[in-house]
């Protein structure tokens, strides 16, 4: 063993996993650094320190016991739950919509908070609840009850992006915890008759106007599906090798809207080429595997659910962001983890990273000590 | 685990479904990112040349630099139509953030009126967003600048400088060069839609000397290639490509006495032709009045159209080649050439007692009280109808006519305009073709003297005249070339042109008809010979007075020096009430030839009376005129009704 030249605090972190990690996050930093037409100070900067805070926090939370989060599961749900309706109300006084709340030295959206919490409260639930329950409407409507809240709270502000990964996350849960599998497909059913409907009514113009240009962005090049038509440009242009680094001429002519936030895998594409794209697409299929191993060798049901759900969650960050910026879903505004500028989501990912470090941990101590 | 009655669960049972629902999980995981990967390669890889054509096309924007217009010379080189700076502003409604408040700045930097403040608004939400808009255009450099300086606070604006036409001696040269305007959609597809002609401010030749040199005077647009953000900035120029300036045409016009016989023709309506009797050269081709094609290429307004449709002084037509007159007696030196080669004695003589009857129909002399004893030299400069009546039914109309067209009557000529109105001369061929009716003495009678059929544009008697003048067959041109072209002898007998130059020189200088056409000059006499044209049968109007569409033609030929002629002119004034409207312009015209400062001074003393130079007299007509129309109810016109039922 490496026992002699590591020292085994360090030598137990899942390095497989946090090199292509490292590598992805510095790569984003070098795409950020010149989406700002090659300043370290408007993003990367921040990016790299904010991802050393919270690589920091997801080690400290990767020690965290086992007995811990089960135990602070409901009062973390609890306390985001109230962050939530705060800040409607702010929103309300301030006689607009609000999603953040300004903590001072940094503005903070609960909403992001309860996507990993979402995560956590449910995988506790579902380890407490007695096995023969989970196929009686007490699997299901306390979990629909802890899904349902926060959503309603996400879609008023209004955040259909945040809302769906909620209900993702929430949904994953419920599907790995062994729900019957015909709730889900009469759910899918009753889905498939309802959406259509609730996009017509309860979606706003904006968000309507994202979902029918996904379909055709082409027909309309200078409104909503210019973001999409820019993006495809990006990533089609950038061929195989990337027009070179700095050398984005749609990134920086202004032509690709949000190049450092949710349009920053089109940045990247465009100057790294599809090589660079995948890269990315391989180490998040590396970090996915990777939870899902952790998940499956969960030595109980709430780390085997909490990893599982965690992984679900960053899964459906990338995804959704890949799939947007390719032209494959409509415009959501969800930004791709590990690249994107921006604090919030960069924390919710981190906590979803540092859980399941955490659960690979409480897996292998028996192992480790035995 | 979901088939039949529902087994209770258990956590084995629980683990179990856990681990397949896992296993469906990573793979539907598995399975987006594959998809992904595809979709990734196929954008770079499939679709690269497609999107790396948009992303450049994105990047870069080509613009055209419209070519510089060829100038429009005078035969000494001084332009005749130039260009000049043209500072304009337009707007691109498209990347306008606050178009209200955008064009209320313009209406306060550009001093705009609140109707074109309107305009402006109308035509923006008019168009299709991505072409510029015209906001102003010729501006003064003050006006530009301040706009310029302020164009990072207004979104959407862009100043060019670029070219507008002009034409310094404007209405002077209005029928001869033409003007330039805008590309119809029809002219644009006739050119397969090239995209300089729809270029912002881009003019073609649609008259005159500008159409029929369009080609050449065009040149060849230069392109800017530069990088643009999405909002429209520049970043840097990538190419640029100077545009090619068309070629200069050098008119054989002479451009001072172009404007000078414009000018001389002061209230009139009609024209002026100056030859060169030795080269053809047209020296000028002066028809007035007539537009300003300055005014005209700006893109001419809807009032003052009318106002040019309306006026029954016609200044729309180029009188010199769409005129077409009955020439009256300027034919008779003609049409004694003509007697003379069919071998009829100069001397032989017949009495004019103030008409000749022919047939049952007395054809009367201009001169009531007849003449007297008449022989060629007193028929030419007393230009008497009698001796013409009575020698022409001999001699017979088939070698008048030939004549006639030996001199140039009845021609069209090879020169580069819009059209000719070529006219009559009319033999008997002819009218039994035409009217299928036999020739009579009376059809000779007529067109002896330049009436009944016999009609003519003023170039042709500008041809005429030089021909008679040289005895050479002279072709009129307008092209300056270097090699001045040698034209043959009409084989007219010398002796011949002599007597009829002395019978012309004394209808100016000796006892004859323009005695007042004199020139007031040392040593240079000029010959000529005058003409009055019936419009309507004396028995409608007496033809020097009354209604002026009933007043006779006044025309007038000439040539200079007398004695070794140099200068050939020809005057026609539409209803002018006679000849002696026509040759004091011909007078003034060929002294300005000789000595400019003394006919120049001539003018100014008419102009005063006239009231401004051709142009400011245009320019007051068309003021007045406009607010005539833009308040018809302010004040219903009285004094215009009660003349008409006076």
Redesign the interface.
């Known amino acids: 063993m490496s026992q002699s030249f590591v020292p085994d605090p360090v030598a137990r972190q899942p390095w497989q996993v946090i090199a292509p990690l490292l590598a992805l996050v510095l790569l984003g930093a070098a795409v950020l650094y010149s989406a700002a037409g090659g300043s370290m100070a408007l993003y990367a900067t921040s990016h790299l320190v904010r991802f050393a805070l919270f690589f920091a926090m997801a080690l400290v939370m990767s020690r965290i016991p086992e007995s811990w989060y089960r135990a602070l599961a409901y009062p973390a749900y609890g306390g985001v739950m109230v962050l939530l309706v705060l800040v409607e109300l702010l929103g309300a006084m301030g006689g607009g919509s609000q999603r953040w709340l300004n903590l001072g030295f940094m503005t903070l959206q609960p909403s992001e908070l309860m996507k990993p919490v979402i995560v956590l409260v449910l995988a506790a639930f579902y380890h407490t609840l007695p096995?023969?329950m989970?196929?009686s409407w007490r699997g299901l409507l306390p979990a629909l009850a802890l899904i349902g809240a926060p959503t309603a709270l996400v879609i008023l502000q209004p955040d259909l992006g945040t809302s769906l990964a909620i209900c993702f996350g929430g949904f994953?849960i419920m599907?790995?915890?062994?729900l019957?599998?015909?709730w889900f497909l009469g759910a899918g059913a009753a889905a498939a008759v309802i959406t259509p409907i609730a996009l017509f009514t309860l979606l706003h113009d904006y968000q309507l106007r994202r979902v029918t240009t996904f379909l055709d962005p082409e027909s309309d090049p200078?409104g909503a599906g210019y973001h999409i038509t820019?993006s495809?440009?990006?990533?089609?242009?950038?061929?195989?090798f990337g027009k070179g680094f700095e050398n984005g001429?749609?990134s920086h002519?202004?032509?690709l809207p949000e190049a450092h936030t949710d349009f920053v895998f089109a940045t990247m594409?465009?100057e790294w080429?599809?090589l660079g794209?995948?890269f990315v697409?391989l180490v998040?299929?590396l970090i996915?595997?990777w939870g899902?191993v952790v998940?499956?060798n969960g030595t109980d049901?709430f780390s085997?659910?909490l990893a599982?759900g965690m992984t679900?969650t960053i899964?459906f960050y990338a995804?959704v962001n890949?799939?947007m910026v390719?032209?494959?879903a409509p415009v959501v505004g969800i930004p791709l983890p590990f690249m994107s500028h921006g604090g919030s989501s960069m924390l919710t990912v981190m906590i979803c990273f540092g859980t399941i470090m955490a659960v690979e941990r409480w897996s292998a101590k028996p192992r480790t000590f035995t | 685990m979901a088939l039949g009655k529902r087994p209770a669960r258990t956590k084995a049972m629980l683990r179990h479904s856990f681990d397949r629902r896992s296993m469906v999980l990573g793979s539907i995981q598995g399975g987006i990112g594959v998809l992904l990967a595809g979709r990734l390669t196929y954008l770079a890889i499939a679709q690269n040349e497609k999107y790396e054509l948009e992303a450049e096309s994105n990047r870069v924007n080509l613009s055209l630099i419209p070519p510089r217009r060829g100038w429009i010379l005078d035969r000494r080189g001084n332009p005749l139509a130039s260009n000049k700076a043209d500072f304009r502003v337009d707007v691109i409604p498209d990347q306008m953030t606050d178009n209200a408040q955008t064009i209320a700045e313009l209406g306060v930097l550009l001093q705009l009126t609140a109707i074109e403040i309107e305009d402006l608004g109308e035509k923006i939400r008019q168009s299709n967003g991505f072409t510029p808009v015209e906001v102003a255009s010729g501006l003064e450099w003050e006006r530009f600048a301040a706009v310029s300086v302020r164009l990072p606070d207004l979104s959407g604006v862009v100043t060019q400088r670029g070219y507008s036409r002009y034409y310094p001696t404007g209405p002077s040269v209005g029928h001869l060069l033409g003007y330039v305007g805008s590309v119809s959609p029809e002219e644009w597809k006739a050119e397969d839609k090239t995209p300089l002609l729809i270029t912002p401010g881009y003019k073609i030749g649609k008259d005159g000397i500008e159409k029929q040199f369009e080609m050449p005077l065009r040149g060849k647009p230069g392109g800017r290639r530069v990088e643009v953000t999405a909002g429209g900035r520049i970043v840097r120029d990538l190419e640029t490509r100077d545009d090619v300036p068309g070629k200069p045409v050098q008119l054989t016009i002479d451009g001072p006495l172009q404007d000078y016989a414009a000018r001389r023709i002061g209230l009139e309506s009609g024209s002026c032709v100056v030859m060169d009797c030795h080269t053809g050269d047209i020296l000028c081709a002066s028809s007035m009045p007539s537009f300003d094609p300055g005014s005209f290429s700006e893109g001419i307004g809807r009032i003052e159209w009318k106002m040019l449709r309306e006026d029954d002084h016609v200044p729309l037509r180029n009188k010199v080649l769409r005129g077409l007159y009955p020439p009256g007696s300027t034919i008779k030196p003609m049409v004694a050439l003509a007697f003379m080669k069919a071998g009829l004695d100069p001397e032989e003589s017949v009495h004019c007692g103030g008409g000749l009857k022919v047939g049952n129909r007395v054809f009367h002399c201009w001169a009531r009280g007849g003449h007297g004893q008449v022989n060629m030299a007193r028929g030419i400069h007393q230009s008497c109808d009698v001796y013409f009546y009575h020698f022409a039914q001999k001699i017979g109309m088939d070698k008048i006519a030939q004549m006639a067209r030996r001199l140039g009557l009845g021609q069209e000529f090879p020169l580069p305009v819009a059209g000719q109105s070529y006219g009559t001369v009319p033999d008997p061929e002819w009218k039994l073709r035409k009217y299928g009716k036999e020739w009579q003495n009376f059809d000779t009678v007529n067109a002896t003297i330049g009436q009944g059929y016999m009609l003519v544009n003023p170039l042709q008697q500008a041809v005429m005249t030089s021909r008679i003048a040289s005895g050479k067959e002279i072709m009129p041109r307008l092209l300056l070339t270097k090699k001045t072209p040698d034209f043959p002898s009409l084989g007219i007998a010398q002796e011949h042109l002599d007597f009829v130059h002395q019978a012309m020189s004394d209808v100016v200088n000796g006892p004859g008809t323009a005695g007042r056409a004199r020139l007031p000059l040392e040593g240079i006499k000029m010959a000529g010979k005058t003409g009055t044209a019936q419009v309507v049968s004396l028995s409608v109007s007496g033809g020097k007075t009354g209604p002026w569409k009933y007043r006779d033609h006044g025309h007038f030929i000439a040539f200079a020096p007398f004695d070794k002629p140099r200068y050939a002119c020809a005057v026609a004034i539409e209803h002018g009430g006679g000849s002696s409207s026509a040759y004091p312009i011909a007078r003034d015209v060929m002294t300005f030839l000789f000595d400019p400062a003394k006919a120049l001074e001539k003018l100014h003393r008419y102009e005063e009376q006239w009231g401004g130079t051709a142009q400011e007299r245009l320019d007051r007509k068309y003021a007045e005129y406009a607010m005539e129309q833009s308040a018809p109810l302010a004040n219903p016109a009285s004094g215009e009704t009660d003349v008409q039922n006076r």
């Open positions: 096995a023969a989970t196929a994953v599907f790995i915890a062994g019957p599998l015909r200078l820019q495809k440009i990006a990533i089609g242009s950038g061929g195989m001429s749609q002519l202004d032509y594409a465009e080429g599809m794209g995948l697409l998040f299929g996915l595997r899902m998940a499956r049901r085997r659910l599982a679900a899964f995804a890949l799939m390719m032209g494959l």
